[in-house]
């Protein structure tokens, strides 16, 4: 054992074995996506793959510095920083280079930095240090309206910490993705006491507006009138909450028809990604369709064992866009096959529960509270970046965390995991 | 901690749903990768191309070694519109000799569904050597053009074209049954080349090739490890006797009918003609054979029928030699036989008519072709006292008639043979009323009239059963495939006729000497070789009878059977008669001596009646 002093005692070895895995392989994936016969060397730095080693290195001398710093340092600076970050990200839209449709990078010459990347730490710490030595209050006993949004007021201030810069990315920076993946902090407040409810709402919500683009607004209130007429005769058969069970009716049916004219306030971007996930209308293969089929004709082609390292056609001739960054799991789908596929997955998975099992077993709030931070967002990432490559999710350009090319997403995700691998090694000095 | 214990239980929930996500996935790629195959195709189709190495169509070759048919490299210029890049396109028409007008409409065309842009297609096909030696010198100069190989047929001599068939372009309907094809392969559309289209054909080669997403070709394809080559296709070794395939077409020549040739102890063709015919070599390449074939199919003549095997005529007396086969089979005649005839058939008041001879025994009957004696004979079959009733009789002269092959396809390996028509009983019946007939109502069958009707294939073919004394081998034109020269075992397989003795046979051999030698084909003596023969007239509704004649030579060892009809030509002996003794004589002794004989019958022609041939087409 290494002496009790040095920086990384009690780093949870695992943890970092999985992010060297998904690093290297991300890596070799983005030289499969990229690859071209001219340039065949992987360590040429002309070449995206040379420059994601760059950043690899870099994220390796970051993750070291880490582990150097004292674990206090970040229940100290949690607010500074998100403040910092916060006003980066504000500062960026005036500063910032549009790209696309959005500005949201700092950019030095070739290299460019989003800063969107990196708040989600920073909200991450700031949330934990709020959080921390308090419960989310629960009005359920409480009566009127008024009362019980302020009893519930930590939770909204809370709220505040990634709603905020959600709005920032979104409209000042016209990064849709990268804001929604802060609304997987919901699950950081349900771990420390958000009435349940409010999820379930929110997943009531979705449910309700995905139904009623796929049907017809009358079908759909009429078999809720249906589902509510059965509930009342044959579930329920006591009329004795019957206002509020009407109320909820009537407004599922506001929520039915007032999802189309969402649905039409939609950017015509988003509208076709919905239309393309839902098989909306006529959805033309060669155009707004594209994207989605030819990743999971890539992914599809992939059999069981792949098609082998670098023999991917759909990978090597560059039929899938954004392949290196969005859609990289294409390249593992096509070149490893169903077995490469799952792997990743399962890293990916094993890499998440694992962080929630060593944030359950941290002393301090804080830690555990980052904890659920950390894994919430690589759950985000994982899930919509996969989702969407398989076709069960509309397209929202995120990276996959670790895999993707770009050197802000692989260096905000190594300081958002290495900053909980340091709170975790430090978990006994820590009080809570 | 203690505050909020209550909530570590969540930490459950939450871990359930994240590992929910994980098996969702996990089985949404395995239906993905596993079970949907479509994806698989979709990225072959995305990023491969396949380019088509057509493989050489088998030669056919005769009996003798000699060539049929070869093949000639021909050209299609291709384009992909996408490719294209200043392009000068005055000079390109000037090269292609075409005008502006029709470069841009076949560009155009090139564009449209269901060609693509960015996909080749042709854009002028099968264009001569010399063309295309001159043109692809300075293609480089035009990017997006480039030559596809393809073979053309090339036949010898401008004869046999109905039995080699032709090739053509494959039909839409079969392009999409048959994975093999794609519109614009080529195909057997007729004859040899359509039976054994799948010898002949080859194997294309394919060749990979990986595009990007530009459609722009990379390179092979796993370094061409997937890649086949062209495979030819089998050589067909003929039976045809092409040089008396010739020789029968010359005597045919201005006149309408057919000729078969078999040598009878192979069943091989030897020779099969049809006249009016056309040569095999208009229908060679795209424009030239549509043009030809529009003419052909227009033609009142019907050149394009093979009337050889589609043609379906009333024997006339040459079926005389089944009744006398059937009627000794059944114990009902024999040599010494002797039946009155006054000119004709007494009982029906000398109906059907016969002409002056001398009181005939079983061979001189045939010699001398009495038609009153086979109206008896048809009638004693009929009406044999073990019969119960009319209908057993007829059906037993019926099944008899048919074990010698009338009424069914014979089975050869050339497409498009007719079966003929031995009429049911029923039919009898519908005509003449349930009961109301009797053997002398359809008399006129026995003497091969009526609705009696037989390919000239099938009356060869009841010759080379009498040739062999009782069975045949299917006839057919392909005796040897490829290399192991093997052919389907049904044409090595005896079929026996249902009269079997010897000794009945020998009797109708007799007769059929004596045709020859005393009969109705005493004109057509070949010295040297004793030749049998019968004569026939086929009665014809429409005009003038048709010529018709059969017969086989040497009579021991018979090497040669024929079976000749001229339509409209009159007597049997007349024209059809000699033109099987000359056939005999070329085939047998390589020349002929009767050269006047051979000069007068090539010369002349037949006109047909025009309302004989409509009947012919609406049949």
Redesign the interface.
């Known amino acids: 054992m290494r002496s009790e002093n040095s920086y990384f005692y009690g780093i949870d070895r695992l943890t970092v074995l999985i992010y060297l895995l998904l690093v290297v392989m991300g890596w070799l994936n983005v030289y499969a996506a990229v690859y071209d016969e001219k340039h065949a060397v992987i360590f040429d730095i002309s070449q995206k793959y040379g420059k994601q080693l760059i950043w690899i290195l870099g994220a390796f001398i970051l993750a070291i510095i880490i582990l150097i710093i004292d674990a206090g340092f970040f229940t100290s600076f949690a607010y500074p920083i998100y403040a910092l970050l916060l006003i980066a990200n504000i500062l960026v839209v005036f500063i910032g280079k549009e790209i696309k449709g959005s500005r949201s990078w700092f950019r030095v010459g070739d290299i460019g930095v989003q800063p969107a990347e990196f708040i989600k730490f920073a909200i991450g710490l700031a949330l934990a240090k709020f959080l921390s030595n308090q419960?989310l209050h629960d009005a359920k006993s409480v009566k009127g309206i008024l009362k019980s949004f302020w009893v519930q007021r930590n939770t909204w201030f809370a709220m505040l910490f990634f709603v905020v810069p959600l709005l920032a990315i979104k409209i000042l920076q016209n990064e849709t993705g990268l804001a929604l993946v802060l609304t997987a902090f919901i699950?950081v407040l349900?771990?420390?006491?958000l009435n349940v409810n409010y999820i379930l709402f929110g997943f009531f919500i979705i449910v309700i507006f995905i139904f009623s683009l796929s049907y017809s607004p009358i079908i759909i209130t009429l078999s809720s009138i249906g589902l509510f007429l059965f509930f009342l005769l044959f579930i329920q058969r006591n009329f004795k909450n019957l206002t509020r069970w009407v109320l909820a009716l009537g407004f599922s049916i506001m929520l039915v028809f007032g999802s189309n004219e969402m649905y039409n306030r939609l950017l015509p971007h988003q509208r076709t990604r919905m239309d393309v996930l839902l098989g909306r209308g006529s959805v033309n293969l060669k155009k707004e369709g594209y994207n989605v089929n030819?990743a999971?004709?890539?992914?599809?082609?992939?059999?069981?064992f792949g098609k082998g390292y670098l023999?991917g056609?759909?990978t090597?001739?560059?039929?899938v866009p954004e392949q290196e960054t969005d859609f990289i799991f294409c390249t593992v789908?096509?070149e490893w096959?169903?077995l490469g596929?799952?792997i990743v997955?399962?890293l990916h998975?094993t890499l998440?529960?694992r962080i929630?099992t060593l944030a359950?077993r941290q002393?301090s709030?804080y830690s555990r509270i980052y904890g659920?931070a950390v894994a919430s967002i690589l759950?985000f990432h994982v899930?919509v970046n996969?989702?969407m490559a398989?076709g069960?999710l509309p397209v929202i350009g995120i990276p996959l965390p670790f895999f993707s090319y770009g050197g802000s997403s692989i260096w905000a995700f190594t300081v958002l995991l290495f900053i909980f691998i340091k709170l975790d090694a430090s978990r006994l000095l820590i009080l809570? | 901690m203690s505050r909020n214990a209550y909530l570590i239980g969540r930490k459950f929930y939450i871990i359930s749903f994240f590992l929910l996500i994980a098996v969702v996935y996990t089985l949404r790629l395995a239906y993905i990768q596993l079970w949907d195959d479509s994806y698989d195709l979709a990225a072959k189709n995305n990023a491969l191309r396949r380019m088509v190495e057509y493989p050489f169509r088998g030669y056919i070759i005769d009996r003798n070694g000699k060539p049929i048919v070869q093949n000639e490299p021909s050209f299609d210029l291709m384009v992909t519109p996408k490719e294209i890049q200043n392009c000068d396109t005055l000079a390109l028409c000037k090269l292609l000799e075409i005008t502006k007008t029709e470069f841009l409409k076949r560009i155009k065309k090139a564009i449209q569904a269901p060609n693509s842009p960015i996909k080749p297609s042709t854009f002028e096909k099968q264009m001569s050597f010399t063309n295309y030696a001159r043109i692809s010198e300075s293609l480089f100069k035009f990017k997006g053009f480039y030559f596809q190989k393809r073979s053309l047929r090339k036949y010898f001599k401008p004869v046999a074209a109905h039995v080699l068939g032709y090739v053509g372009e494959v039909s839409k309907e079969k392009a999409l049954a048959d994975p093999y094809y794609k519109e614009g392969d080529y195909i057997g559309i007729s004859g040899i080349e359509r039976s054994y289209e799948a010898e002949l054909r080859g194997k294309k080669g394919i060749q990979y090739l990986v595009t990007d997403v530009h459609n722009k070709i990379i390179g092979p394809y796993r370094n061409g490890t997937w890649d086949t080559l062209a495979v030819p296709g089998n050589n067909l070794y003929a039976s045809l006797d092409i040089d008396l395939q010739e020789y029968g077409e010359q005597l045919l020549r201005g006149k309408t009918g057919a000729i078969v040739a078999i040598e009878p102890e192979t069943g091989e063709i030897l020779a099969l003609i049809s006249s009016p015919n056309y040569d095999p070599n208009s229908l060679i390449g795209g424009k030239q054979r549509n043009q030809t074939f529009a003419r052909l199919n227009k033609d009142s003549t019907l050149p394009l029928l093979n009337r050889a095997l589609q043609g379906a005529y009333p024997p006339g007396s040459t079926f005389k030699l089944l009744g006398a086969l059937i009627a000794q089979h059944d114990g009902l005649i024999n040599r010494t036989t002797v039946f009155p005839c006054r000119g004709g058939y007494p009982p029906l008041n000398g109906k059907p008519k016969c002409h002056a001879h001398g009181v005939v025994n079983l061979p001189g009957s045939v010699a001398q072709s009495c038609n009153s004696y086979y109206a008896y004979v048809f009638k004693t079959i009929v009406d044999q006292n073990r019969f119960k009733s009319v209908y057993d009789g007829y059906n037993h002269w019926r099944d008899m008639v048919m074990s010698f092959g009338p009424g069914h396809h014979l089975g050869t390996d050339l497409p498009y043979d007719k079966p003929g028509n031995v009429p049911k009983a029923e039919y009898y019946d519908k005509i003449f009323g349930k009961g109301a007939w009797r053997p002398n109502t359809v008399v006129s069958l026995g003497i091969g009239q009526a609705e009696l009707l037989l390919v000239p294939l099938q009356m060869a073919n009841i010759i080379s059963i009498i040739a062999n004394k009782g069975y045949y081998f299917t006839p057919h034109v392909i005796k040897g495939i490829g290399t192991k020269h093997a052919i389907d075992k049904k044409f090595k397989t005896q079929h026996w006729a249902a009269v079997t003795d010897t000794n009945y046979y020998n009797m109708v051999i007799d007769g059929m000497q004596q045709c020859f030698e005393n009969g109705t084909a005493a004109a057509e003596k070949i010295s040297g070789i004793i030749a049998c023969g019968k004569t026939g007239t086929a009665e014809n509704p429409h005009g003038k009878d048709h010529s018709v004649f059969v017969g086989f030579a040497p009579r021991h060892h018979p090497k040669i059977v024929l079976a000749c009809i001229v339509e409209n030509a009159g007597w049997g002996g007349t024209w059809a008669a000699p033109i099987v003794s000359l056939m005999m004589e070329r085939y047998l002794t390589g020349k002929v001596v009767r050269l006047d004989k051979e000069k007068r019958i090539m010369e002349t022609a037949i006109k047909v009646p025009v309302k004989s041939i409509r009947k012919k087409r609406s049949a």
Request: aromatic share 16%.
């Open positions: 419960v699950i349900y771990r420390e006491g030819q999971k004709i890539a992914i599809g082609s992939g059999g069981l023999q056609t759909q090597k001739y560059h039929f789908g096509e096959g169903f596929s799952i997955i399962a998975f998440i529960i929630i359950e002393r709030d659920y759950f899930t996969i989702g398989l069960l809570r």
